[in-house]
């Protein structure tokens, strides 16, 4: 009977939407973090009458077929690259993006990584990192003797030192947007990789055209609506529940016809 397979394949489908609510639920005080959005599509369908073929009796074309569909499937979980509120911390080292771009991350791998967590701090060394200790490109180093540190909204790094009026530009952060930022692969710790389907990173300083603009003192939240997430959650939920009521409605149908041999 394929209705139990159809049902099964729903209550798969469920299964999986609920995985990813779940997941945008405990996600709800991350940095940075993007909510997630299950999509999905039917399956392949069986022809019981083919559509705009003729009939066998009169040899008229027929206006409609038969097709019995085989279930859904997951097609894809899409990421919702909403801003988040930007809430301020007074952290000096803590940079949110207000606008597009990622900051790059060097990972101890070599390759370059890519987030929207900006709690930063220092390393011994003076060098701006992340909370995991991966330094933060372009590997700015703040001198040991400064007194004051201020990161503007384009990016640059001034250092107020001793003995000097003015402050000193020791670097300039530079952000990376992507034709497909969809496309990115999580890898944890708030991090993404490039991947083909993003396509190559473009780097440029914040503040210019296309690219988001840093704020010092603050982090960018997570874009998690609690209400949309528990209204989904409750959504599915039903959905799992009528999928398994077919089930349990197929298989007395069965029992049924077991009882008439």
């Keep these: 009977m394929r209705s139990l397979h159809v049902a099964a394949t729903g209550m798969m489908a469920q299964q999986n939407n609920v995985e990813v609510i779940s997941n945008n639920i405990a996600n709800i005080s991350t940095t940075g973090y993007k ?51 930007l809430q301020q911390t007074e952290n000096r080292f803590d940079i949110a993006i207000r606008g597009n771009g990622y900051f790059q991350i060097q990972m101890p791998s070599g390759e370059t990584a890519y987030t929207r967590d900006g709690t930063f701090g220092l390393s011994a060394e003076g060098t701006i990192v992340t909370a995991e200790g991966f330094v933060v490109q372009p590997g700015i180093t703040i001198p040991a003797n400064a007194r004051d540190v201020t990161i503007n909204a384009n990016g640059e790094v001034l250092a107020k030192l001793d003995g ?97 041999r």
């Design 164 to 260: 000097q009026v003015q402050p000193q530009n020791v670097g300039q952060l530079q952000l990376a947007i992507f034709a497909n930022e969809g496309g990115l692969e999580a890898i944890g710790d708030n991090l993404f990789l490039a991947t083909p389907s993003s396509g190559d990173a473009q780097q440029g300083a914040p503040g210019t055209p296309g690219y988001g603009q840093t704020m010092q003192g603050f982090i960018e939240t997570s874009n998690v609506n609690v209400v949309q997430e528990i209204t989904a959650l409750i959504t599915a939920q039903r959905a799992y529940e009528m999928n398994s009521r077919v089930i349990t409605a197929s298989d007395e149908m069965l029992s049924t016809l077991t009882r008439l």
């Design 35 to 85: 909510r997630r959005r299950a999509e999905f599509q039917d399956l392949i369908y069986q022809n019981l009458r083919r559509t705009g073929s003729q009939s066998a009796d009169t040899g008229t074309t027929l206006p409609s077929g038969a097709q019995i569909g085989l279930g859904v499937r997951t097609a894809a979980v899409y990421r919702i690259a909403e801003q988040g509120n």
